[in-house]
């Protein structure tokens, strides 16, 4: 983290790294390796990054800055509860080569992996029998820039949209002798999210990655409108009768330590009844 370091790996299988339990940024991402902020760079050759978990970016995450090259490895059955089962890359630059990202999963987009404002180049590599909810294979965003050459994409799943691809915003993508196994199916194997140019820009004005960070690093704290509040110290909530916001609920009120037993139920009418007939 913000090291401006290079770490290079070799022959190497990076196994059972669970760090989903995290709150706080980084230390919820990239259940194997995280390489973030500032210039740190990822040589990864010929390794096995297998059965790893985070909130995104269940294998391997780069981001902010940074380079992750990736040769003649493989990337398989990691898990992110939220983007990017096998690997993460946001506002950096990757290589992958020679390499299988194969059965990694993702509640959210980019089985495979997730793509955010970045360039990246794949060459012979194979994306298989990946799952997420957007993109089973890909989920592209921004204004990245994606190349795809002698690559297969093979039996990945998309519950919503996007099998094997899912983009969104505006991004480049160069298909180049790139293989497809099912390209006929029902579910778009690759679907594009069309957002108005004219947002977009607002969005990008306005938005920067900063922003997330510095919320973030004090979400328990809150904002300074949230520390004005006054309260008082006690292991109960202090009920306010005159509040018109939040009210006590009345059920527990004069409630037994001992349950009553079952009682009468008297001059009870249905709201509704429910009828089947026949002929």
């Avoid at 669970?18 to 990239?30: A, E, H, N, R, T």
Wanted: aromatic content about 12%.
């Amino acid at each position: 983290n913000n090291a401006n370091a290079t770490l290079i790996l070799r022959y190497l299988k990076l196994v059972g790294g669970d760090v989903s339990s995290y709150s706080g940024w980084p230390d919820k991402l990239g259940g194997s390796i995280c390489i973030y902020t500032n210039g740190g760079e990822l040589n990864l050759y010929s390794s096995i990054v297998f059965n790893n978990k985070a909130s995104t970016s269940g294998g391997i995450r780069a981001d902010e800055n940074t380079i992750m090259n990736i040769y003649n490895s493989i990337i398989q059955n990691n898990e992110a509860t939220h983007y990017g089962g096998g690997i993460v890359i946001g506002n950096a630059v990757g290589t992958i080569y020679n390499t299988t990202i194969d059965n990694n999963q993702a509640s959210y987009g980019g089985g495979g992996m997730a793509i955010y404002y970045s360039d990246v180049t794949m060459k012979n590599t194979i994306i298989s029998n990946n799952d997420a909810y957007g993109g089973g294979g890909l989920s592209i965003h921004g204004d990245s820039t994606v190349t795809l050459r002698q690559s297969s994409f093979i039996n990945n799943d998309a519950t919503n949209n996007g099998d094997e691809i899912y983009t969104y915003y505006q991004p480049t993508i160069s298909l180049i002798n790139t293989y497809f196994n099912n390209p006929n199916n029902n579910n778009n194997p690759l679907f594009r999210y069309e957002v108005n140019k004219e947002i977009e820009d607002v969005l990008k004005s306005s938005l920067n990655p900063e922003m997330f960070r510095e919320r973030y690093s004090n979400i328990s704290k809150g904002p300074e409108q949230w520390q004005q509040i006054k309260t008082k110290e006690s292991s109960i909530y202090d009920w306010d009768d005159n509040s018109t916001y939040v009210k006590k609920p009345p059920f527990f009120e004069n409630l037994s330590a001992e349950p009553e037993g079952f009682k009468s139920i008297n001059d009870a009418r249905p709201l509704f009844c429910l009828l089947y007939t026949s002929d």
